[in-house]
């Protein structure tokens, strides 16, 4: 069974979509070459398989040659083709993530593009899917997940890339607070500080090092926070601690997969912080 990845660069939430009709007119028409990604060798069997009629290139890592593919046939655009099959552990999902990474650098380096335009405005099908099922049966690893790693390679900068994938999981984040209502602030107390006088949640700090004077953070206008901090999104108190209500960087995609050891010290604890800073701090501190 193929199925169609597809994200779309207009919107952040929401922003893929698996197609299960593989035949449509763009796929027939478009002149790209499906580059098959090989975890492992019966994935090339699987792809050239289904994939007689398009331009199949198998990428297993190899970066030179690659390139040398692309700019010999003059490929303007590629697909990703990916063999559910071969995606078993979290092993295998490091093992794509690194072989995507590098193909989205190669293509960038050759003006080459990932992906060709779909039906909806701002569509971009990214994606052939083979031997799809609804669920991968690996911890915290969705297929929608997957396909967001074809788009953070369309971003042309790294720094674009690096607001990605911070905006994506704050966006997340931002959605479980709200719907589940995590912190349940009434006349603008929220649940650890119903008791008491605070109006403005765990947005305090002490004044500085020696003072025991707390005051209120400065990007909190209005009620609103307007630094977009990850390490404070990731905050919760021993309140909502001891219901149960924790995240960890390890549980989201983006952070855990993407992010190196230091990065991951970073967005954890950079509290108080403005995002535009936390950037700089994961473009300082990637690795090249
Ligand atoms: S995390 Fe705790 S202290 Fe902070 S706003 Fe929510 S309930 Fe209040
Ligand atoms: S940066 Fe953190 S502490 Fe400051 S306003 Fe935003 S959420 Fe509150």
């Known amino acids: 069974m193929i199925r169609i990845g597809s994200i ?12 299960h009709n ?15 990604i090989l975890l492992n060798e019966p994935n090339n069997e699987v792809i050239s398989n289904q994939l007689k009629e398009f331009n199949t290139y198998y990428f297993e890592g190899n970066c030179a040659k690659l390139d040398k593919y692309l700019r010999e046939y003059k490929v303007k655009y590629v697909l990703v083709g990916i063999n ?8 295998d999902v490091k093992k794509y993530i690194r072989y995507i990474r590098k193909l989205g650098k190669v293509c ?3 003006k080459t593009r990932i992906g060709i335009m779909g039906d909806e405005p701002g569509e971009i099908i ?17 297929i929608e997940d ?32 709200r719907t589940k209502n ?39 206008k209005n009620k609103k926070c307007t630094a977009k901090c990850i390490s404070c999104k ?12 924790k995240f960890r960087v390890r549980d989201f995609y983006f952070l855990n997969y993407y992010l190196n050891p230091i990065q991951k010290f970073i967005v954890k604890y950079s509290v108080f912080t403005h995002k535009n800073k936390i950037i700089k701090e994961l473009m300082r501190t990637s690795l090249k």
């Not at 008791?195 to 500085?208: L, M, T």
């Open 182 to 220: 995590l912190c349940d602030f009434k006349d603008n107390k929220c649940l650890e500080k119903r008791k008491s006088n605070v109006v403005c949640g765990c947005c305090r700090h002490y004044k500085n090092l020696f003072s025991n004077q707390l005051v209120k953070c400065k990007y909190l």
């Open 22 to 36: 593989v035949r449509t007119n763009k796929l027939s028409i478009a002149n790209f070459t499906v580059v098959g």
């Open 108 to 110: 960038r380096r050759c």
């Open 234 to 245: 990731l905050f919760t108190c021993d309140t909502l601690q001891k219901k149960g209500i």
């Open 84 to 91: 559910l099959n071969n995606l078993k552990s979290e092993n």
């Open 8 to 19: 779309n660069l207009k919107t952040e939430d929401n922003d893929t979509k698996i197609n």
């Open 126 to 142: 990214s994606m052939l899917i083979f031997n799809y099922r609804d669920n991968l049966n690996i911890k915290n690893i969705k």
């Open 146 to 177: 997957l396909i967001e790693s074809t788009k953070v390679e369309m971003y042309r900068t790294r720094r674009q890339r690096y607001e990605y994938i911070y905006d994506k999981t704050c966006n997340m984040l931002d959605t479980e607070f």
